[in-house]
């Protein structure tokens, strides 16, 4: 079996068969989450009249906390693809750092959506209180386990990068998990202007 050549230009998580079969997986299974979405939000736009029983939308959503947590998140994204640029150049120690500074506006932004949680629950809207509420919930919520995932994610690989280093294994993990970190921003865009802006209307 012949040994694969590369151009100098070929970013390191491409320089295995592995790497490009496990990044070409991995879009596959966007797409899967793709779906999934897809179909949270489907039923909370068919439940978004549903809030008898219950405080509407409008008059507990803010827009400074919602803006303050799509701050934290896109932001993150904008560092998180910094910190891929630095491992295309090589520099360990600036991607190790980007990484770091990825996961700490994921907390952040972790700590305002509980928060938040906590506060509509104070106020009378819980998971339990309707229809609205409850589709509201799982949305958001499965969202924010997706960004605890991510971020738990990146904490493993940085112990795999802490011990082996940057190689084409560990730079095809890193790669991976920045596009499941872009996608959750995505995601988010969807649900700040379909769910907190469009809920605010009214108020």
Same mark, same amino acid.
């Given at each position: 079996?012949?040994? +694969?050549?590369?151009?100098?230009?070929?970013? /390191?998580e491409?320089?295995?068969?592995?790497?490009r079969?496990?990044?070409?997986?991995?879009?596959?299974? *966007?797409?899967?989450?793709?779906?999934? !979405?897809? &179909? *949270?939000f489907?039923a909370y736009f %068919?439940?978004?009249?549903?809030?008898g $029983?219950?405080?509407?939308?409008?008059?507990?959503?803010?827009?400074?906390?919602? *803006?303050?947590?799509?701050?934290?998140?896109?932001?993150?994204? !904008?560092?998180? $693809?910094?910190?891929i640029?630095e491992m295309?150049?090589?520099?360990?120690?600036?991607?190790?750092?980007?990484?770091?500074?990825?996961?700490?506006?994921?907390?952040?932004? /972790?700590?305002? +959506?509980?928060?938040? !949680?906590?506060?509509?629950?104070?106020?009378?809207?819980?998971?339990? &209180?309707?229809?609205f509420?409850?589709a509201?919930?799982v949305? %958001?919520a499965?969202?924010?386990?997706?960004?605890?995932?991510g971020? $738990?994610?990146? @904490?493993?690989? /940085?112990?795999?990068? =802490?011990?082996?280093? *940057?190689?084409?294994?560990?730079?095809?993990?890193?790669? #991976?998990?920045?596009?499941y970190?872009? =996608?959750?921003? =995505?995601?988010? #865009? !969807?649900i @700040?202007?379909g769910?907190?802006?469009?809920g605010?209307? $009214?108020?």
């Amino acid at each position: 079996m012949a040994h +694969e050549t590369h151009s100098p230009d070929t970013p /390191l998580e491409y320089r295995s068969e592995i790497g490009r079969l496990n990044i070409f997986g991995f879009w596959v299974f *966007l797409g899967a989450e793709v779906i999934l !979405f897809a &179909t *949270l939000f489907a039923a909370y736009f %068919t439940l978004t009249g549903s809030t008898g $029983g219950g405080p509407l939308p409008s008059e507990l959503f803010e827009l400074k906390g919602v *803006l303050i947590m799509t701050f934290l998140l896109l932001t993150s994204s !904008f560092t998180c $693809g910094l910190a891929i640029h630095e491992m295309r150049r090589n520099n360990y120690k600036s991607m190790i750092i980007w990484m770091i500074i990825t996961m700490l506006f994921g907390v952040g932004f /972790l700590y305002m +959506e509980i928060s938040e !949680f906590i506060l509509y629950v104070h106020e009378g809207a819980s998971i339990g &209180t309707n229809a609205f509420w409850s589709a509201f919930f799982v949305l %958001t919520a499965t969202h924010g386990l997706h960004v605890t995932i991510g971020i $738990g994610w990146m @904490f493993l690989i /940085l112990i795999q990068l =802490f011990k082996k280093g *940057l190689t084409p294994g560990t730079a095809k993990k890193v790669f #991976i998990s920045s596009l499941y970190w872009h =996608f959750l921003d =995505f995601v988010w #865009i !969807f649900i @700040f202007t379909g769910v907190y802006l469009l809920g605010m209307v $009214g108020k």
